[in-house]
Nanobody, 131 residues
Framework: EVQLVESGGGLVQAGGSLRLSCAASGFSFDEYAIAWFRRAPGKEREGVSCISPSNGNTYYTDSAKDRFTISSDNVKKTVYLQMSSLRSEDTAVYYC????????????????????????WGQGTQVTVSS
């Protein structure tokens, strides 16, 4: 059974940090790239970051640059999203998703029109940043 299980969400004060985890199972971890998305209240889901565990290549959308760091532990088949300097606008449900082969390198491929590129999705973890 294919599973992507997110964890690590919670309540944090503005300026604080959180590390999210995405544990993968049931598919060949090194054949997929793992991306993080988020959906804020009243907004569309948006891409945050992506990593290709096979070669370590990463991609960050503008919302994540300079504050978030994505990494992977290929032995544990887990992808992490280290978030720092959190702001109230980072409040959202964070999802991880798997797409075959590589991280898309164009921001448009992290938009809703291209969600069909992502084969598997997790159930999400809530991040709430209090101001």
């Amino acid at each position: 059974e294919v599973q992507l299980v997110e964890s690590g969400g919670g309540l944090v004060q503005a300026g604080g940090s959180l590390r999210l985890s995405c544990a993968a199972s049931g598919f060949s971890f090194d054949e997929y790239a793992i991306a993080w998305f988020r959906r804020a209240p009243g907004k569309e889901r948006e891409g945050v970051s992506c990593i290709s565990p096979s070669n370590g290549n990463t991609y960050y959308t503008d919302s994540a640059k300079d504050r978030f760091t994505i990494s992977s532990d290929n032995v544990k088949k887990t992808v992490y999203l280290q978030m720092s300097s959190l702001r109230s606008e980072d409040t959202a449900v964070y999802y991880c998703a798997a797409t075959l082969h590589w991280c898309p390198v164009d921001a448009k491929y992290y938009s809703e029109s291209y969600y069909y590129l992502y084969n598997y999705w997790g159930q999400g973890t809530q991040v709430t940043v209090s101001s």
